[in-house]
C-alpha cells in the first residue's frame, strides 16, 4: 500500500553511534545532554531564541495554553488536525471556531472580530499544509484587543516567512515532530516562545512543576522528551534541505501532470520558503473525492482526507458554529502521497488514475 507519507530515516550507523553514547552515559531521559544539543541545533536551524523539545506536539499545545493562563474562550480554525481542538479542551477552554478563507483554508482574518466576546483570550490557528496565517492582521487583532496568539505550526517546519521562521511569530508556536511530518524525531514537538521571561514556567510546566529534590511549583505535567527521540532528531536534522528539495520535486511533478480543469488546490504564497509538507487536492464534489478515493484504494493508493472532518462539526463540542467554507472544503479534499525517493512512475499512476476519475 501506497500511503500518504513514509518516514524519512537516516543511515543507521549515524544513529547507532549516539545510542552507544546514550548506552555510555546511562542517561536516558530528563532533559539530557542529546536533548540540549537537539534544542541547540533547533535554536540555530530556525533563528529562534526560546525553544523547549517537548514529548508530542499535541502537549505543546496544551502547555502552550497553560503557561499564557488560558481558561476561557479561544478563536480557533476548523480546518486543521483534531489535536488543536482537542487541546483546547482538554484544558477546560471553550474552542470558539472562525471560518477559513477559500483561498488559503487559514483562519480569515476578516470574520475574527466579531466573534470576540469578553470571554476571548486567546486566537490559536493553524498554518495548514504550512503555508502561513494572515499573522500581520492577526497580531494587529490580538493587540486591539489584548489576546494572546498561539500558532499550531505542526506543518511548518522549515518555512520562512518575510525571511523568518513562521515558528517565530505569535506569543507562542508550536510544532510536531511525529513521524509522518517533514522533520522528525518518531515522536515528539516543540514550543518556540516569544517571552524569555516565561523560560523558567516552560520548563518547570515540561516537567511536573518540579525542580530538584524538594521544589514543587505548578501543576505541570510530563512534556518531556527522552535521549532516544532527541538522537533521532539530531540524525534527521541535517537532512532538512534534502528532505525540503525532494518534496518539491515530488510537488512539481503532480503540478505538471494533474488535470487543473477540474481540480483546485490552496493558494501557497509565492513569497515564502516553503517546506511542501502536504499536496492537497480539492475536487469538484464530494462525489467526485469519494470515487477518486475508491479509485485509488484499488490500485493500492492511500490517501488521506486531510483534513475532515470540519472541526467545528465534531460531536463533543459544547456548541455549533457554522463554517460553511471549511465544512464545504473538508468533504472534497485529499491530500496525496508525498515522501523523499518517492518514484515518478508512482507519481504518474496516482495523476493518471485521479484523471481519468474526474
Ligand atoms: C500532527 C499534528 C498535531 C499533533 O502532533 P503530534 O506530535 O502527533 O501530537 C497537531 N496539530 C496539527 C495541525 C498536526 O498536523
Known sequence: MVNVTKSFLPDREEYIKYIHQIWDRVQLTNNG?????????LKAYLGVENLYFCGNGTIVLQIALKVLEITK?????????VATTNSILWENCTPVF??????????????IEAAITPDTQAIMATHVYGNPCAVEEIEAIARRHSLKVIYDAAHAFGVKYQGRSLLSYGDLSTCSFHATKVFHTIEGGALVSNHPELHEK????????????????????NGKNSEFHAAMGLCNLPHVPE???ARKNVFEQY????NWAKLTKPKIDPSIDYNYAYYPVVFESYDVMRRVQGALLENEIAPRRYFYPSLNTLSFLPEYYPCPVSEDISSRVLSLPLYVEQPAAEIEKISQVINQNL
Not at 73 to 81: A, N
Open 73 to 81: 474562550e479561544v478563536i480557533t480554525t476548523p480546518f486543521s488536525y
Open 98 to 111: 472562525v471560518d477559513i478563507d477559500r483561498d488559503t483554508f487559514n483562519i480569515d482574518p476578516s470574520l
Open 255 to 258: 503540478d505538471a501532470q494533474l
Open 33 to 41: 545532554p542529546l536533548l540540549q544539543q537537539l534544542e541547540e541545533e
Open 202 to 221: 516552560i520548563h518547570l510546566l515540561r516537567a511536573f512543576g518540579h525542580r530538584g529534590d524538594e521544589e514543587y511549583f505548578y501543576a505541570g505535567i
Open 243 to 245: 528532505i525540503i528539495a
